[in-house]
T-cell receptor
Framework: DAKTTQPPSMDCAEGRAANLPCNHS???????VYWYRQIHSQGPQYIIH???NNETNEMASLIITEDRKSSTLILPHATLRDTAVYYC???????????FGQGTRLTINP | GAVVSQHPSRVICKSGTSVKIECRSL??????MFWYRQFPKQSLMLMAT?????????EQGVEKDKFLINHASLTLSTLTVTSAHPEDSSFYIC?????????????FGEGSRLTVL
C-alpha cells in the first residue's frame, strides 16, 4: 500500500473548520483514500473514504486533488470532542487490511 | 453502523500467565478479523489477519506461538497472549469485515488494555 505523510500535530479553535492534509504521492489508480480517527484509549472510528471524487457525509468532507497525490479532510465546525489522532490511509482495492501511519494529533481548543 | 465488541476491556495479569481477549461482531458475520497492537503514543501495528475456519496470517516479526489466534466462528475471534511478560503490556484492538467489504469501512472494537505485572 502507498505510504502517506501527515503533519504530526495541528491545533484548531472550537467552531472553526479543521483542515487536515495528507500526502500520498505514490498512490496508484486502484487505491482508495480512507480517514479514521482515534480518540484516546478507544478503537479507531471510520470517518470517510474516496477514490477520486470529493466526498461528504455527516461527519466530514474529503477533498482529493485531481492528480490524487494529496487529500484534505475537513471537519466543518470542530468541537472539543473532535480532539483525536486522525489517520489517513491508502488501501489497495480488494485488500482488506488497513496499515496505519503515525497520523495527525488534532487538538481543538476552546 | 456495525458493532464490534471486545472483552475484556482491561486485564491485569502476572508475568508467565496466559490471557485471552475476545472479539465479537455483534450484527454481522465477519469472514475476516484483524488484530492490532498499540503501544503508548504510537500508531496501531497490524499483528495478524484471521479468516474464519483457517489459520491466521501473521505479520513479519509477530510470533505466532506467542500470540495464538482462533477464528472458529463468523462472529468470534480470540487472541491469546501466552506466557505474557511486561513487554507484552499494550492496547490490543481488533477489527472485522464481512465478505462485502471491498471499498467500505472496517469496523473496530473498543480495544483491550493488557497490563502484565
Amino acid at each position: 500500500d502507498a505510504k502517506t505523510t501527515q503533519p504530526p500535530s495541528m491545533d484548531c479553535a472550537e467552531g472553526r473548520a479543521a483542515n487536515l492534509p495528507c500526502n500520498h504521492s505514490t498512490i496508484s489508480g486502484n487505491e482508495y483514500v480512507y480517514w479514521y480517527r482515534q480518540i484516546h484509549s478507544q478503537g479507531p472510528q471510520y470517518i470517510i473514504h474516496g477514490l477520486k471524487n470529493n466526498e461528504t457525509n455527516e461527519m466530514a468532507s474529503l477533498i482529493i486533488t485531481e492528480d490524487r497525490k494529496s487529500s484534505t479532510l475537513i471537519l466543518p465546525h470542530a468541537t472539543l470532542r473532535d480532539t483525536a489522532v486522525y489517520y489517513c490511509i491508502v488501501r489497495v482495492e480488494g485488500a482488506q487490511k488497513l496499515v496505519f501511519g503515525q497520523g495527525t494529533r488534532l487538538t481543538i481548543n476552546p | 453502523g456495525a458493532v464490534v465488541s471486545q472483552h475484556p476491556s482491561r486485564v491485569i495479569c502476572k508475568s508467565g500467565t496466559s490471557v485471552k481477549i475476545e472479539c465479537r461482531s455483534l450484527d454481522f458475520q465477519a469472514t475476516t478479523m484483524f488484530w492490532y497492537r498499540q503501544f503508548p503514543k504510537q500508531s496501531l501495528m497490524l499483528m495478524a489477519t484471521s479468516n474464519e475456519g483457517s489459520k491466521a496470517t501473521y505479520e513479519q516479526g509477530v510470533e505466532k506461538d506467542k500470540f495464538l489466534i482462533n477464528h472458529a466462528s463468523l462472529t468470534l475471534s480470540t487472541l491469546t497472549v501466552t506466557s505474557a511478560h511486561p513487554e507484552d503490556s499494550s492496547f490490543y484492538i481488533c477489527s472485522a469485515s464481512n465478505s462485502r467489504f471491498d471499498t467500505g469501512e472496517l469496523f473496530f472494537g473498543e480495544g483491550s488494555r493488557l497490563t502484565v505485572l
